[in-house]
């Protein structure tokens, strides 16, 4: 377990860098990552995948693919990759504070 | 008279019918199982006709040599599944009533997925092999290929044999070779994961192989499009790939049927209890092989060894009793690597592919995760025991449907 320090609170990660405890995330948080992923600012788009996810998680106890991202989330293909570059559903996972989601096997 | 229906025979489906016409008690129980075909294709055969390695014939036989006398054999279109009547309707009409129904439809490449996949350069310079038609017809393109840009590229995952694509692109480069013209193709994989593999450490090893042989790797790349004038596959975020043959591994689908019947996720896969594998939604509908949604790789040794799961959990089904077997995600795939050698993967939900040896602790004979004469051997051996053991479901010696820790290199 690596403990690591965003916004000045101190959460568990494991080594890919994706939040043990999904309820420690706060927004300040999902700014911090989205820093180290190489976005600088959260933008309402942003937001809204951010929640869409965290809702999902919460329902379906798992993270959701990149087509549901795009079939559910009201942002399309195209505006996900802008938002989120090189794989949407694993960056926005890790933003939003879930588990990196099964899909890829 | 009670109803068990198998729809789809293929591997899990045929496994399935021989393993229950052995337990079930046939004056109480008849087994029914749908097909569209009557053949029966040994799909990782289709890897090597593409170089003239095995000829199509030898991957068909007919499904009827391998179902169990008793089994009433129903070749037709399924319609839809209606569990609300315990029924499934096929397009001839013809109603199948079941009292437990198990789903193994599999799954199929879907080109017309991707923009410009399945358009004017379908089968001129963009193919499958993950199709029969499609190995035969890439087999008379690359006998007299010149050369050029090599492309092979995954369209989105999961996709059946997660290893196919590496091992066409390590026998292309044993075959061009072979054929004294390796300086002239240029090999690109390029995959929508972040390296070679679904796991880390066979990730690192494989690309290492790829590395080795010249095999260049865009990771990161999910496919927006084929640009049709410029020869060249288009990411979402505009990455560019240029090539002048494409195998491309399309998006990978379950069966219509099970979009038609509401029973689908968004790639109409059964949502599917990963462990126990009764389907999320109906107490007596089941699924197994290809057609779930479990996070286990889509292969031939995982409905095998589900299949061993499976099995029991029907019985207490039919009795009454919870269901006590537990599927840990087995998965055990010989690998070709080209030049007489291949490597194995033995792994499951929790453990990622590692060294070691294979089935037994220092005998082996089998070498994890390294490339080795023996585990080619293996691979062409398979087909054997995949006609002979697997689909008449019997046991595979030594090797059991939970992964075994023995052999393994664990630090």
Same mark, same amino acid.
């Given at each position: ?8 609170? !101190?959460? @568990?990660?494991? %080594?890919?860098?994706?939040? +043990?405890?999904?309820?420690? *995330?706060d927004?300040?948080?999902?700014? !911090?990552? @989205?820093?180290? %992923?190489?976005?600088?600012? +959260?933008l309402?788009?942003h *937001?809204?995948?951010i929640?869409?996810m965290?809702? @999902?998680?919460? %329902? ?9 991202l795009?079939?559910?989330?009201g ?8 938002l989120?570059?090189k ?6 996972a ?12 | 008279?009670?109803?068990l229906?198998i729809?789809g ?11 229950l ?18 053949l ?12 003239g ?11 009827s040599d391998?179902l ?8 037709g ?64 393109v ?11 590229n995954i ?33 690109h ?15 690192e090893r ?12 865009t ?8 640009d ?19 195998v491309?591994i ?14 689908g996720d968004e ?7 990963k ?11 089941f ?5 779930t ?12 060894f ?5 099995v029991?959990n ?7 009793q ?21 490597l ?15 089935p ?16 080619h051997?293996?691979?062409l ?14 046991v595979m ?15």
């Amino acid at each position: 377990m690596i403990t690591k320090t965003y916004a000045g609170k !101190a959460v @568990a990660v494991n %080594e890919e860098g994706y939040l +043990l405890d999904s309820q420690a *995330w706060d927004e300040k948080i999902a700014a !911090a990552i @989205a820093a180290e %992923e190489g976005i600088p600012e +959260l933008l309402p788009a942003h *937001w809204q995948v951010i929640y869409f996810m965290r809702k @999902a998680f919460a %329902e379906r106890g798992d993270g959701p693919s990149i087509r549901q991202l795009t079939k559910e989330s009201g942002v399309d293909t195209k505006h996900l990759y802008q938002l989120f570059p090189k794989g949407p559903a694993k960056k926005a996972a890790r933003v939003a504070g879930i588990p990196k989601p099964h899909g890829c096997i | 008279m009670k109803n068990l229906l198998i729809l789809g025979a293929g591997t899990a489906g045929t496994i399935m019918a021989n393993k229950l016409h052995h337990r079930l008690d046939t004056t109480d129980w008849q087994i029914t199982i749908v097909d569209r075909s009557a053949l029966h294709y040994y799909q990782p055969g289709f890897l090597f006709i593409p170089f003239g390695l095995y000829q199509p014939e030898q991957v068909v036989r007919r499904k009827s040599d391998f179902l169990p006398a008793g089994a009433r054999f129903v070749i037709g279109e399924i319609d839809r599944i209606d569990p609300e009547n315990n029924q499934v309707v096929l397009t001839s009409g013809q109603c199948l009533p079941y009292d437990d129904l198990i789903i193994a439809t599999g799954a199929d490449i879907h080109p017309e997925e991707t923009d410009g996949l399945k358009g004017s350069l379908w089968r001129k310079s963009v193919f499958d092999f993950y199709t029969f038609d499609g190995a035969v017809a890439l087999a008379n393109v690359l006998k007299d290929w010149p050369g050029g840009r090599l492309v092979v590229n995954i369209s989105e995952m999961p996709i059946k044999c997660p290893v196919a694509p590496l091992e066409f692109l390590l026998l292309a480069d044993d075959f061009f070779t072979r054929r004294g013209i390796r300086d002239r193709v240029e090999l690109h994989f390029v995959t929508p994961l972040s390296g070679a593999f679904t796991r880390p450490k066979a990730s690192e090893r494989f690309g290492g192989l790829l590395t080795a042989k010249g095999i260049r790797v865009t990771p990161d790349f999910s496919i927006a499009r084929v640009d049709e004038a410029e020869k060249a596959i288009v990411a979402w975020d505009d990455q560019s790939v240029p090539f002048d043959l494409l195998v491309t591994i399309p998006t990978n689908k379950g069966d219509a049927a099970i979009e038609r019947s509401g029973l689908g996720d968004e790639l109409s896969f059964v949502p599917t209890d990963k462990h126990t594998l009764r389907s999320s939604r109906y107490p007596n509908i089941f699924a197994i092989g290809d057609a779930t949604n479990v996070p286990a790789s889509k292969a031939g040794s995982v409905a095998h060894f589900e299949s061993e799961v499976l099995v029991e959990n029907i019985l207490s089904a039919i009795a009454g009793q919870p269901l006590a077997a537990q599927f840990d995600g087995h998965a055990n795939c010989f690998i070709e690597s080209g030049h007489g050698k291949g490597l194995l993967i033995d792994f499951n939900y929790e453990a990622e592919p590692v060294t070691g040896t294979f089935p037994l602790p220092n005998v082996g004979p089998f070498s994890l995760l390294k490339e080795t004469r023996l585990n080619h051997f293996g691979k062409l051996a398979f087909r054997y025991a995949y006609w002979n053991l697997l689909l008449p479901g019997h046991v595979m010696p030594l090797v059991g449907s939970h992964m075994s820790l023995a052999g393994k290199d664990l630090s």
